[in-house]
């Protein structure tokens, strides 16, 4: 198999825990570019190790969400000047909820070629065994770590017909567990990656409800990164979230949230905290 192509920008996919997905040809990309980046110099080098690639002294070097703006004119300047260059991510595919975007424009705009060489990717793999509609999703990322900002895009999403996929790390599962209940409501389906292409994966199935209980009793649960996968909304949910949205908005403009959220559930029959929720992400910006 041939090295890269002189002044090619390729965006190698690597593996998510099992080595043995990472291909004849991420291997080829990864063993032959002139100059490797990487998203933690350290971790690429153990999974090129792991993997008996070996590259020349000094060929790797780091591209992270802090030195990326600064990297990248030198960077594109090496491409035109005839150097192959890979980026690689920690795990997955480069630029999915990791460092890349801000070097592939660059180059475009340059004009420099830009490949991929296509592999795991946490979100797609957790889809494709979640059971749940896939021919239209929408991926998120990581939700905001705060909860008040987490629960208003929750809202935005709520009412989103298509099957929703997020990141999210170990130590707030639980809560976004909750607050996808509280905003989606307790009975949507959704599953649980967790550990996907590891020893100890695990695919937590059930509503969101009972998703958000075991994120509580078991412990195994909150270990790892996870990927969550949610139902999107049916239509009837959807009207049902309209006119709750409309009730809502006519009380927030005279009332304070929880009053607006408590007289709200007496007129909708829905849950008071789940209006709360519904409520945060709709009440009026200060001005």
Do not use: W
């Not at 004849?24 to 690429?44: I, M, P, S, Y």
């Not at 979100?123 to 509609?133: D, G, I, K, Q």
């Amino acid at each position: 198999m041939a090295p890269p192509d002189p002044g090619t920008l390729s965006l190698v996919a690597t593996p998510i825990g099992n080595l043995g997905d990472l291909g004849d040809r991420a291997r080829e990309v990864l063993r032959g570019a002139g100059l490797l980046l990487a998203e933690d110099t350290r971790h690429t080098l153990q999974l090129l190790r792991a993997c008996g690639i070996e590259r020349p002294p000094g060929s790797i070097e780091s591209l992270h969400e802090h030195n990326e703006r600064e990297r990248v004119p030198g960077i594109v300047e090496r491409l035109a000047r005839g150097e192959s260059v890979a980026l690689a991510s920690d795990a997955g595919t480069p630029l999915v909820s990791d460092p890349g975007a801000l070097l592939v424009a660059a180059a475009v705009r340059a004009g420099v070629r830009v490949t991929v060489v296509p592999g795991p990717c946490a979100a797609v793999a957790a889809l494709a065994v979640s059971a749940l509609p896939t021919a239209r999703f929408t991926f998120e990322g990581f939700l905001p770590p705060r909860a008040a900002a987490r629960r208003e895009a929750l809202q935005r999403l709520a009412g989103d017909e298509r099957t929703l996929v997020f990141y999210e790390a170990p130590h707030r599962l639980r809560e976004t567990l909750e607050d996808c209940a509280a905003a989606c409501g307790a009975d949507r389906p959704a599953i649980v990656a967790r550990e996907i292409t590891k020893k100890f994966e695990t695919i937590y199935r059930g509503t969101l409800g009972e998703l958000a209980a075991a994120a509580t009793s078991d412990a195994d649960m909150t270990r790892g990164e996870a990927v969550i996968v949610v139902q999107g909304a049916a239509q009837e949910r959807r009207a049902d979230d309209v006119e709750a949205d409309r009730v809502l908005r006519a009380l927030l403009s005279e009332l304070p949230v929880a009053q607006a959220a408590r007289l709200a559930a007496r007129i909708t029959g829905r849950p008071r905290r789940e209006l709360y929720d519904r409520a945060v992400g709709l009440r009026p910006a200060p001005v």
